[in-house]
């Protein structure tokens, strides 16, 4: 069975593309949000490429790697590759660093193509790695003019690796006649010529060059969509009508769930005209029908063909919906491609009727597999019904038959290669890698669909029993992507065989999906929220029993069941829901919380968009009655004295970080003995909570030793903690507190924090007025003012009160400090002397790198340079050394001018977030600025990464639209710092600018404790020894 057109190919893809750009230059060739580039735009950046790579040594039939993020430099890179006469590798980035590491060495790569943000993990290859985007500038100077071309329709055109039985992955070697044979007949079928296409599929899937480049020879826009759109049905319909889509390619699972979306929305895109599925068996659902039916227009296509020939048949839907089959055929062959059906055992064509084994022949085939001889002769074979001792037959593993009309009906695999989710998997890959386990002896992998439509893979285990199954799936995921991982483990003590010795896959036991692994008793649902989530649960991943507190993704839960149940959460509940939500709350106890708050958000009629992080609702004028003084705290007048010398003074906050350096500060500009209250339940022990907090940020001095005195104490007691005799001691010693110590959490309500960070401080105003006055110096924070319009207007001066009509604050840590300052403010009043100091995001010591590991912005720059990129927020980070800080604010604290005042300690000269990205760039790590789209997309796929700050970078406060750490830019122009520059005009103190000099020694520092590893080839500077304090042992 074959269809030979008139003539095989002459042009290649690339060159179809060329002859398009002279035929309609200014047209737009591609477009990712609002950035395009035209045809000529595409075909000069891709032929300056091309003459780059060749530079590089790359011609006919040399591999080149290609690892880079969905963007048009993907389609450039592409174009770039073939025109220089390379085969282009695509290398997914979400795959695990080790199958890449094989495709890599398995290819015989001598260059790769990547980006910034993904290039750390290639450079200790053996490859030239460059970035399209760094190294822009260096290839934008080659010559935009066409190549000539000396590729020839034999040389090959791209390998791409599919699931190998050998346990490891094999790659198809596609030469470019079999491409441009399928790109010229799709060409002449369609409808749409220079109409517009999605690029959905990625492009280390075949069908991606079906979508690229029958559009691009064309004249058509090829549409490309972020990741995050791309996986949800819904947005994935809003762009189709937005952008007003006529060709679509998909994937089964996708055109199901997109479908389902279509009718929960009632609005079909109008401007569709094609819609093309490929991939695994079209299923005719209810939805499906029902989208076309209300689409006339709009035809259905049905493609066929194995990655080692593309596709080789294709059948067109016609007639009503409601009368297509639930199983439509897959059609008949494309131009110049040949089918065989042939009996398994005798090779012989079967009868129309009768069950075959599919052969392909005919210019569709791929060379083979690269590298692997043995296994290209096992598929790959001599064609026995022609002369032409060149022609060969690929041996498919499908089975189908032919119809009365002559189109084939698909009827499964002859082998046990499987689809889930129209990823071909080779179990075999999967159960070679499972007895790699020392738990596991011997392995057995299927695809089950005991709920149809619910198709999973399944492992079976011979092993030791005793072994968790959580140890293995682990073991599992680190080392395959995740559409290769099983979706459960079943120990069997035995497999079951057949009759010849092999394994009787059809009599293992279905799945029970039982509790073991999951490490969580079964809790039942107990409100009204629960019982609808358990349910929705249940229906999206089959199982009958699911308790509040069991974590979604232990239950076989992946990304498609993500969409899945989020698409019927929102329609339950009526709200909005974005993806990542699941991600935040995996157990129906928490998502349930979620949902609680989102409706009754919706229900007051504010905004239903889903604030993940915790917040509570106290309002202001709550919060003004917290902010009550007790009365008996005054000071009476005449009794204020002038401190600058002080023998005795009390500190809080010095087992934190910022209190650590305060208290080294202190020991440093004055005689001082220093009285540090801390939680301890002895002088000892106290001791040593000190010392080691000191130690641990470099600071500890041995001259300390004989002027610390630790005070043993509690701020959430009345009293500190301290009897009254020891309170009545304390208060007639010292002559100035400083008063740094609080629960610092973006995530705890106000009420969590009132007992230390209010009430101690009250219990601190009462110290500070008993027996003598004494100056009140207290670490707030900006934070205060993060409210709806705090920056709206004018700067914010130090001299502003607290607005007590703004809006409610983000997080009860700023509210807590908001009513501390107010407390202040009162005991100023009653003639108390006070200063106030308010930083801003505190960084580490600019030479030793000492920092905080745990605190915010240390966790978000390692989360930037793991993840390889940053949001590219329109807003500036700033960030104040934590010596800076600490030394500033003891010198003013120590003058008699300072007494009164409040001190907005900000950077003058911040960066903006961009530049702040640069430069983790210039210390020698690759971190792209990103879309918040695309940032929101790599959150949902490496969430661990920046795990519990998650909600800070994509929650919103309420009523708002922006995120938390959009809230705390703070600019010059915001926010007057004019008090500290005044205060410190006199001396050399000054805030530094954020270079590769000062975060340098913070890198190094993050390397030596283990947070974070060096850049590969570390252009970091040495920390000397002698700009880091000493940490002998105390004696």
Same mark, same amino acid.
């Given at each position: 069975?074959?269809?030979l057109?008139c ?24 477009q990712?949000?609002e950035?395009?580039l035209?045809?000529q ?8 490429l091309?003459?780059?790579?060749q ?6 039939? %040399?591999?080149?790697g290609?690892?880079?993020e969905?963007?048009?430099d ?20 979400? &795959? ?6 094989f495709m ?7 260059v ?6 993904l290039?750390?993990q ?7 790695v460059?970035?399209i ?15 000539s ?8 055109? &791209?390998?791409?690796?599919t ?7 094999k ?13 010229q007949w799709?060409?002449?079928?369609? !409808?749409?010529?220079?109409g517009?296409?999605l ?11 079906q979508e690229i ?8 826009t ?16 809003q762009t189709?009508?937005e ?6 390619f998909?994937p089964f699972?996708?055109?199901?769930h ?5 009718a ?5 895109p109008s ?14 659902? #209810? ?6 039916? !209300? ?9 066929y ?10 059948y ?7 009368d297509?089959?639930?199983l ?9 491609? #040949?089918?065989y059906?042939?009996?398994?055992q ?10 075959? #084994? ?9 060379q083979?597999?690269?590298?692997r ?21 690929y041996?498919?593993g499908?089975?189908a ?8 009906? &698909?009827l ?15 179990p075999?890959?999967v159960?070679?890698l499972m ?5 596991v002896?011997?392995?057995? %992998? ?28 682990e ?39 039982s509790?073991d ?36 993704? *232990? ?16 329609d ?18 928490q998502?349930a919380q ?9 229900n007051?009629?504010? $905004?239903?968009e ?10 202001i ?12 705290i005054?000071?009476?007048a ?22 650590a350096f ?5 020991l440093?500009?004055?005689?001082? *003995? ?8 002895d002088?000892?022990a ?7 907090n ?8 041995p001259? &300390?030793?004989?002027?610390?005195v630790?005070?043993?104490?509690d ?17 007639a ?13 973006l995530?705890k309500?106000?009420?969590?924090l ?20 004494k ?9 205060i ?6 920056f709206s207007a ?16 983000? *997080? ?10 107010m $407390?202040l ?12 100091y ?18 915010? $912005? ?28 600490? !030394?500033?604010?003891?010198y003013?604290?120590?003058q ?16 903006? $977030? ?12 690759? %971190?792209?600025?990103?879309?918040h789209?695309?940032?929101?997309s790599?959150l ?11 909600h ?7 009523? #708002?639209s922006?995120?938390?750490i ?11 710092? !004019?008090?500290?520059l005044?205060?410190?005009a006199?001396t ?19 390397a ?16 000397h020894?002698?700009?880091?304090q ?6």
């Amino acid at each position: 069975m074959n269809t030979l057109a008139c003539s095989t190919a002459v042009q290649l893809c690339h060159q179809l593309f060329e002859a398009q750009v002279s035929r309609s230059p200014s047209a737009v060739a591609i477009q990712f949000g609002e950035d395009f580039l035209t045809y000529q735009q595409l075909n000069c950046k891709a032929n300056q490429l091309a003459r780059h790579l060749q530079e590089l040594g790359v011609s006919q039939n %040399v591999p080149v790697g290609l690892c880079i993020e969905r963007s048009l430099d993907t389609i450039v890179a592409i174009l770039g590759i073939l025109k220089a006469g390379g085969a282009y590798l695509p290398l997914d980035p979400s &795959y695990p660093a080790e199958r890449l590491a094989f495709m890599l060495q398995n290819a015989q790569v001598p260059v790769l193509v990547t980006q910034r943000s993904l290039a750390r993990q290639f450079m200790s290859g053996q490859q030239i790695v460059f970035c399209i985007d760094a190294d822009w500038p260096a290839i934008a100077v080659n010559r935009e003019t066409n190549l000539s071309s000396v590729t020839m329709p034999a040389d090959l055109a &791209y390998i791409i690796y599919t699931s190998g039985s050998t346990g490891q992955p094999k790659g198809v070697a596609m030469p470019h006649q079999p491409l441009v044979n399928l790109v010229q007949w799709q060409t002449t079928q369609s !409808q749409v010529k220079a109409g517009k296409t999605l690029q959905f599929t990625p492009i280390s899937f075949d069908v991606s060059f079906q979508e690229i480049f029958s559009t691009l020879s064309a004249g058509g826009t090829l549409i490309l969509i972020d990741d995050q759109k791309r996986r949800d049905p819904e947005y994935l319909r809003q762009t189709l009508v937005e952008q007003e889509i006529n060709r679509l390619f998909l994937p089964f699972v996708a055109l199901n769930h997109l479908a389902d979306a279509i009718a929960a929305s009632g609005q079909v895109p109008s401007q569709l005209q094609e819609v093309i599925t490929a991939g695994e068996q079209l299923r005719i659902t #209810e939805a499906i029908a029902d989208w076309f039916r !209300q689409a006339p227009d709009c035809t259905l296509s049905n493609h066929y063909g194995p990655s080692e020939s593309h596709v080789v048949t294709a059948y067109t839907l016609s007639g009503a919906p409601e009368d297509w089959s639930q199983l439509p055929p897959i059609g008949t062959p494309i131009d110049n491609a #040949e089918i065989y059906l042939l009996d398994r055992q005798t090779l012989i064509p079967v009868t129309k009727g009768e069950i075959g #084994e599919i052969y392909i022949g005919g210019v569709s085939l791929a060379q083979g597999y690269l590298h692997r001889t043995d296994l290209t002769a096992e598929r790959f074979l001599a064609n026995p019904f022609t002369q032409d001792p060149d022609d060969r037959l690929y041996k498919s593993g499908d089975l189908a038959r032919r119809l009365p009309d002559g189109n084939l009906e &698909y009827l499964g695999r002859a082998d046990e290669q499987v689809k889930i989710r129209g990823i071909r998997i080779e179990p075999g890959e999967v159960e070679a890698l499972m007895e790699q386990h020392p738990a596991v002896q011997k392995a057995v %992998v299927m695809a089950r669909e005991d709920v149809p439509g619910d198709k999973r893979l399944v492992a079976y285990a011979i092993g030791d029993l005793t072994q968790a199954i959580e140890t293995v799936m682990e073991f599992i995921k680190e080392r395959l992507p995740v559409c290769m991982v099983p979706s459960t483990i079943v120990w069997v003590e035995q497999f079951p065989l057949t009759p010849s010795g092999k394994v009787d896959r059809r009599s293992l036991p279905a799945p029970e999906y039982s509790r073991d692994g999951l490490g969580t008793e079964f809790a039942a649902p107990e409100t009204v929220t629960e019982e609808i989530l358990a349910d929705l649960w249940k229906q999206v991943l089959n199982l009958d029993r699911i308790g509040i507190h069991d974590y979604f993704f *232990d239950l076989g839960g992946d990304s498609l069941k993500v969409i899945q149940l989020v698409h019927r959460t929102r329609d339950a509940f009526r709200i909005e829901l974005p993806m990542l939500v699941l991600f935040d709350a995996p157990t129906i106890k928490q998502f349930a919380q979620v949902i609680d708050e989102a409706v009754q958000q919706r229900n007051a009629g504010m $905004m239903s968009e889903v604030r993940i992080a915790t917040t509570d609702d106290i309002s202001i004028a709550d919060l003004r009655q917290e902010a009550v003084v007790d009365a008996n705290i005054t000071v009476e007048a005449g009794t204020v004295p002038t401190v600058t010398a002080p023998n005795h003074v009390l500190i809080t906050g010095v087992t934190g970080f910022v209190g650590a350096f305060l208290l080294s500060e202190l020991l440093a500009q004055t005689n001082a *003995d220093i009285h540090c209250l801390v939680r301890a339940k002895d002088q000892s022990a106290g001791w040593a909570k000190v010392y080691k907090n000191l130690a641990k940020y470099r600071l500890w001095k041995p001259s &300390y030793a004989t002027r610390i005195v630790p005070v043993i104490g509690d701020l959430a007691k009345p009293r500190l903690g301290l009897t009254p005799a020891a309170f009545d001691d304390l208060a007639a010693t010292v002559e100035g507190i400083y008063h740094s110590g609080a629960v610092t959490s973006l995530i705890k309500p106000y009420a969590d924090l009132r007992d230390v960070n209010v009430a101690g401080t009250e219990e601190l105003l009462r110290l500070a007025t008993q027996t003598q006055v004494k100056p009140f110096h207290f670490i707030s924070t900006l934070d205060i003012f993060q409210t709806a319009q705090a920056f709206s207007a004018e700067p914010i001066t130090e001299h502003d009160p607290l607005n007590p009509h703004e809006a409610v604050y983000f *997080d009860g840590y700023a509210k807590s400090k908001w009513v501390s300052e107010m $407390m202040l403010e009162e005991a100023r009043s009653r003639g108390l002397p006070a200063c106030i100091y308010r930083p801003v995001m505190i960084t580490g010591h600019t030479q030793s790198g000492a920092a905080n590991t745990g605190d915010l $912005m240390n966790r978000l720059i390692k989360g930037f340079i793991e993840l390889g990129a940053a949001p590219d927020f329109d807003m500036v980070f700033n960030v104040v050394p934590v010596d800076h800080f600490s !030394q500033s604010t003891i010198y003013l604290s120590l003058q008699p001018e300072s007494i009164g005042k409040n001190f907005n300690c900000i950077n003058p000269n911040p960066p903006s $977030m961009r530049r702040f990205v640069e430069v983790i760039n210039e210390c020698g790590y690759p %971190v792209e600025s990103v879309d918040h789209a695309t940032w929101e997309s790599l959150l949902s796929e490496h969430v661990e990464t920046l795990d519990s700050i998650v909600h800070v970078l994509t929650s919103k406060a309420k009523a #708002e639209s922006w995120s938390y750490i959009e809230r705390s830019s703070v600019g010059a122009d915001q926010v007057s710092c !004019q008090n500290v520059l005044d205060g410190l005009a006199e001396t050399a103190i000054a805030c530094p600018d954020v270079t590769a000099k000062m975060l340098s020694p913070y890198f190094q520092f993050f390397a030596e404790v283990g947070f974070l590893d060096l850049p590969e080839a570390s252009i970091l500077p040495e920390v000397h020894p002698e700009a880091v304090q000493e940490t002998t042992s105390m004696r």
